[in-house]
Every structure is written in structure tokens, then in C-alpha cells.
């Protein structure tokens, strides 16, 4: 036995689809719509719920059959059909509680085959309304009953499949229960607000349990239970089956019989060449007639195609979405060059990699066809760029200037660097490195989305010139005039620059060894022509502790012979502890003027420092006395302008 509903249904062979039953506990599916929730064993619990919610607040009219297993008077526990809000997983306990036992809020019809006295059941097989997941007919939950299941039998454990309807009209708000074609219990409740807080939608279906007895308890069920249709389309001449749904062990007559290939069957087949409505009549096992109006539209069929009909680099693939107006299931086709496809070809969707022409053909139910077709524009227009930098970053420029040339005018330009510094924008042509790294310019062609890349390196030249100063000489009256040595510069072609504040150049400014005379501090300035950095170093020039000289023992001679025969032949001051010390290369000045016994001058140094030979114009003085005067300066005495005169005589 199936259970169908009171209002007919009618499906579209194609479009007929086992409605989705959820299992639990130790319910398994045997076929055909049918659910066994116990075995011959004890402690079982199964339950099978409905994927779709009732609504309370519509009538609904269901028929299905109840097998209660063949073991009595020991077989037990029984059926219950429920409404709960838990949803398709709930699993109640098993025993006396037929698996109904812990959900609340909760509305059951029991089919109960034990008898538990505590909870005031009759002897024999029976029906009761209870709630809330209470079986006890002591309880307020015990809503209606227990009435004897069976209007002829006190026994329902027979083996045999039992007629079931269960019929609810909200308006009267009455919940009718018929077994085997009999009114057994009916029961007037508020379901939606007494039971369930005002919530009108609720989950339904069948629960069985087991304790110390048990049985096969199966329920059967329609697959297509709760989906009346009364409206179908086809299109001109195509073939269609209408489903008046219920047990096809009833009878069955559809008007007019026009277009039908039998009109007593349960599911005729109909291929009308214009809209027709059908009248069909159900006539069920327990003599209940249900008369309800089919219409049938017959329309062409289209088929169209949905989606972006673009691609490019930027977006290389678009799903296209096929839809037809008969609606689905349905058959898709699509074709087009096979490049064209990134995927499968036979659903409602395609994915495409490809420009071209794009067919679809939709066929439905075998016998209604559309087919249309749409371009795909594609556009992958490629694009190339080249990144130069001005140079490296050195100490003459401490930036560099990236340029990306592109082939593509209004493409977009976006520069990045891993360890790079950007000075300026990076969305631009030309952008400014204000670091050594490496920088990536990527550019996208504005139409096509084609991206191209290019990278160039900016090289660190920052580098300085390492200076090794060399050791100066110190300056003594002795030597007043020295130079540095042992300097060294790396690289070796760095342009030297010596200068000095304090001190005295006189040569070799720009090499490694320059001279002074004077002390002070001294500064080398090195400077890499590759990169124009620079690195100075200094040294100081300093003066021997000892370089004045005491000059408190100088004397000029009173006698001297220039007759060039090594002794005695010049005339200049001299020290009486160092004779042999030539004073004339300490002196800055020295003006030397000698007369003869008659006053005549007969020699001048004109302030130069000299040996003087004895000689007037070239002539060497005759003996005799003569008398001199001197001023004179030594640099390193520090006592200035000294002045002195006395008389000598020439002895040759």
C-alpha cells in the first residue's frame, strides 16, 4: 500500500523525482518507498523524516500503509507518525516510548501494539493523539484515545500492510485518523498554537522503537507525498505523462479522453497540439473519490543563453548559463569549436575559454527542442614593456630615474620593489629609486587585460676612498721645509686634494707626498671619479721641541783672510760652542754693510744672508782695518731684529 494524498498529482514524466527521506537509528530503506524502522530484535530505535516541512496552516490529506510485523501476542512496540521542530536528524528513545519519547514540543499518533498498564493502555492494538513526547494516557499530554486500531481485530500484528489516512483540515482545526478505510479517531486542537508556540511549520514523519519485544515494523511512503501539481506545459505535439499520483490498484478515468494514449491509467501519456484542461477522477481502495482539473499549455519551446559573452586576459574564462522556458530537468547541448571549452558540455552550464559561435540546444522530455546561439568576443591583445634605469645609485646622483617603455598607449603602469625605495609615484611611465634593489614594473593592456612584466636592477656605487694617512716630517730650524710620507689611498686613481688653515703648502697638493713649511693641521681629501664620493683624513704638522737655538754666544770675526785657502776665508757670524753651525740658513734677514778706515762703503748684502768672500766688486779687499755694521734676524731665536758693528781686519 502507497500513501497518496486526496488531491491528485500530476508530474511531467521527466520532471518526477523520489522525494528526499532522512534515516535515522536503526531505520534502513528496503525499496519502493518503503522504510523499515524496527527488525525482529530488542532495544531498536529508527525513525524516517520527510526533507520538507509541513505547513500547519494548509489542509493536507495523507494515505500510506503500516506493516506491524507477524509476531503476537510478544510482538511490540509500534508506529508512531509525528510533527516536531527538531528537524531531520531527531531520534527519539526506543521501548515503550516507540521512539516518540523526548521530543517536545511534539504532536504523535500512536499505533501501539503493547500493552503498558501504567500507562492506561487498552489490551488490543490501538490509536491515541498524544504530545510532547509523552505516551503515558495518564499524562495532559494524552491529547485523544486510545480507541482499538482495528475496527474488526484487536490484533494489527498480522503481517499485512494496513491502510492508513491521516487527514487535517486547519479550518476546523480537526485531526481525523482512518485505518483500513475505517474513522478510527478524530480530535479538534489548535496544533500550530497549542503545541508549537505559534510556529506553523514543523517536521514530519514516522518513528518505531523495541524494548524486551519487537517486530518488523515497516511504514510506506509516496515519493512524491507532499508535490501536487495541477498545471503542466509541453510544447506542440510533444508527448507528456500525467501522474494522478495514489495506489494504481485504484481506479482512475481522465475527460475528455482526446490526446490520451489511455484515459483510465494512472499515468497517461498526452500529446495535444494546443492547450487543453483534463478532468480526472481517483477513486482509492477505501471508495474515497478526488476529482481535480489538469491543465495542460502547450507552448514553443525557447532556450536562451545568460552571461558575459566576453572574454579577455583579465577575465579568461565566462560561465554561460542555458535556461529554457519549460523549465528543468531538461537536456543541454552545447557546441562550438572545441577549443572553445573549459570544461563539460552537457549541463546548464559551460565554461569558456574561447571566442566563437556558441550553440545551445536544450531538449526536454525527449520531444520538445530550442536551440539558440550567441557570439563570443574575445580579446587578448598582448603588450610589451621595457624597464631602463638612468644608473646606479652613486654619490654624484643618489637617485636614479626608472623608465618602462610601452607599446600599448592608456595601458596601466604599476612599479614594485622587494627591497627598493620609491621617491615618486609608482603608477606612472617614470618613477624615481632613491635606493639600491631590484624594481618590477608590471603594465596591463587597458582592453585586453594582458599583462607584461619587466625588472631592472639599480646597483649600490656608493663606496668611500679609504685613506691610510702617512707619518709628516716634524720641522726644526735645521729643516724647515718637510713633507708626508707613506700615505696610501684606495683606489688608487682617487683625485687627491690637499689644503690647509694653519699651515703652509709649497708643493704636491694633489699627490700623495706633499711638502710644507710651516705647522698646522694638513688635510687630504680623496675623491673616487667613478662615484664622486669622498672621504678626508687629517694630519698635524708639528715643530721639533727644540728648534730655536740660542744664539747668545754669536760673534762676528774680527779677522779673516779670503785668500781661498780653506781657513778662514769667509766672513759670517758664527756660535762659539757649534763654529762649524752655518747661521746664514737660519736668518730672514740680514743686511751687512762695510766700510773702509776713510768711511767709504766698500760692501752691502742688501739684506741677503751671505758668506761674504772679502771681495768689492769683484776685487779682494787690500789688508787692513775695517769696520762693519749688521742687522740681522734668526727665524729661530725668537729675539727679532738684532743690530751690531765692531771692526775687523783683512789678513790675506
Not at 492508513?164 to 481525523?176: F, T
Request: net charge negative.
Amino acid at each position: 500500500m502507497r500513501l497518496i494524498l486526496s488531491s491528485l498529482l500530476i508530474f511531467l514524466a521527466s520532471q518526477v523525482f523520489a522525494q528526499t527521506y532522512f534515516l535515522n537509528g536503526t531505520a534502513t530503506d528496503i525499496g519502493n518507498d518503503c522504510y523499515r524502522l524496527t527488525t525482529e530484535a530488542p532495544n531498536q530505535n529508527g525513525a524516517v523524516w520527510y526533507a520538507d516541512q509541513i505547513d500547519l496552516t494548509q489542509p493536507f490529506d495523507l494515505q500510506f500503509s503500516m506493516n506491524f510485523g507477524d509476531i503476537d501476542p510478544n510482538g511490540a512496540d509500534g508506529i508512531m507518525f509525528v510533527l516536531q521542530t527538531v528537524g531531520t536528524n531527531a531520534l527519539g528513545q526506543s521501548g515503550g516510548g516507540l521512539g516518540f519519547l523526548g521530543f517536545s514540543p511534539s504532536f504523535g499518533i500512536e499505533f501501539d501494539t503493547w500493552w503498558n498498564q501504567d500507562y492506561a493502555d487498552l489490551t488490543g492494538d490501538h490509536i491515541a493523539m498524544v504530545s510532547n513526547g509523552v505516551v503515558d494516557h495518564n499524562s495532559p499530554n494524552s491529547l485523544a484515545g486510545p480507541v482499538q486500531a482495528s475496527a474488526t481485530s484487536i490484533n494489527i500484528e498480522d503481517g499485512l500492510d494496513h491502510t492508513v489516512r491521516i487527514v487535517w483540515n486547519p479550518l476546523q482545526q480537526e485531526m481525523i485518523v482512518y485505518f483500513d478505510c475505517d474513522l478510527r479517531l478524530a480530535h479538534t486542537i489548535d496544533l500550530a498554537n497549542d503545541i508549537f508556540n505559534g510556529q506553523s511549520l514543523v517536521y514530519w514523519g514516522f518513528t518505531a522503537g523495541t524494548g524486551g519485544s519487537f517486530n518488523n515494523q515497516i511504514v510506506c511512503l509516496s515519493e512524491d507525498i507532499l508535490s501536487p501539481v495541477q498545471s503542466v506545459t509541453t510544447c506542440p505535439n510533444g508527448a507528456i505523462t500525467l501522474d494522478a499520483g495514489g495506489d494504481p490498484s485504484g481506479t482512475y478515468l481522465w475527460e475528455p479522453a482526446d490526446f490520451l494514449d489511455d484515459p483510465t491509467a494512472a499515468t497517461p501519456v498526452c500529446t495535444p497540439p494546443s492547450d487543453i484542461t483534463y478532468t480526472v477522477t481517483f477513486t482509492d481502495l477505501c471508495g474515497f473519490n478526488t476529482v481535480q482539473n489538469i491543465e495542460v499549455s502547450v507552448v514553443e519551446m525557447t532556450a536562451t543563453i545568460a552571461g558575459l559573452a566576453y572574454i579577455n586576459c583579465a577575465d579568461p574564462t565566462t560561465v554561460m548559463s542555458g535556461t529554457n522556458n519549460f523549465g528543468n530537468p531538461a537536456v543541454y547541448e552545447w557546441t562550438g569549436d572545441p577549443t572553445m571549452f573549459g570544461g563539460a558540455t552537457n549541463n546548464n552550464t559551460c565554461s569558456i575559454v574561447a571566442g566563437g559561435d556558441l550553440t545551445l540546444t536544450v531538449i526536454y522530455n525527449q520531444v520538445c527542442e530550442a536551440t539558440t546561439t550567441v557570439f563570443i568576443d574575445s580579446d587578448f591583445s598582448p603588450i610589451d614593456v621595457a624597464a631602463i634605469s638612468s644608473g646606479d645609485i652613486t654619490c654624484y646622483d643618489p637617485t636614479a630615474q626608472l623608465v618602462a617603455t610601452v607599446d600599448v598607449s592608456g595601458a596601466t603602469i604599476q612599479w614594485s620593489s622587494p627591497n627598493g625605495v620609491f621617491g615618486t609615484p609608482t603608477n606612472a611611465a617614470e618613477t624615481i629609486a632613491d635606493a639600491p634593489g631590484t624594481y618590477n614594473v608590471l603594465v596591463t593592456h587597458p582592453t585586453s587585460g594582458c599583462t607584461d612584466a619587466d625588472q631592472v636592477i639599480v646597483a649600490n656605487m656608493v663606496y668611500y676612498p679609504e685613506i691610510t694617512m702617512g707619518i709628516p716630517d716634524t720641522l726644526t730650524c735645521k729643516n724647515p721645509v718637510g713633507s708626508i710620507t707613506g700615505t696610501l689611498v684606495t683606489p688608487e686613481n682617487s683625485v687627491l686634494t690637499w689644503t690647509t688653515i694653519t699651515g703652509t703648502l709649497l708643493d704636491g697638493t694633489t699627490t700623495l707626498e706633499p711638502m710644507f713649511a710651516d705647522t698646522g693641521f694638513y688635510f687630504l681629501t680623496a675623491t673616487i671619479p667613478e662615484n664622486g664620493c669622498v672621504s678626508n683624513s687629517e694630519v698635524f704638522v708639528a715643530a721639533d721641541e727644540n728648534i730655536f737655538i740660542d744664539v747668545t754666544s754669536l760673534v762676528f770675526p774680527n779677522v779673516f783672510s779670503p785668500n781661498n785657502d780653506g781657513v778662514n776665508d769667509k766672513f759670517h757670524p758664527y756660535l762659539l760652542e757649534e763654529p762649524e753651525l752655518d747661521l746664514t740658513q737660519f736668518m730672514g734677514h740680514y743686511q751687512l754693510s762695510v766700510y773702509n778706515r776713510w768711511g767709504a762703503q766698500v760692501f752691502d748684502s742688501n739684506s741677503t744672508p751671505v758668506d761674504w768672500d772679502g771681495k768689492n766688486n769683484g776685487e779682494v779687499l787690500t789688508d787692513g782695518v775695517y769696520y762693519y755694521l749688521v742687522e740681522y734676524e734668526i727665524v729661530c731665536d725668537g729675539l727679532g731684529r738684532l743690530y751690531n758693528k765692531g771692526e775687523f781686519q783683512v789678513l790675506k
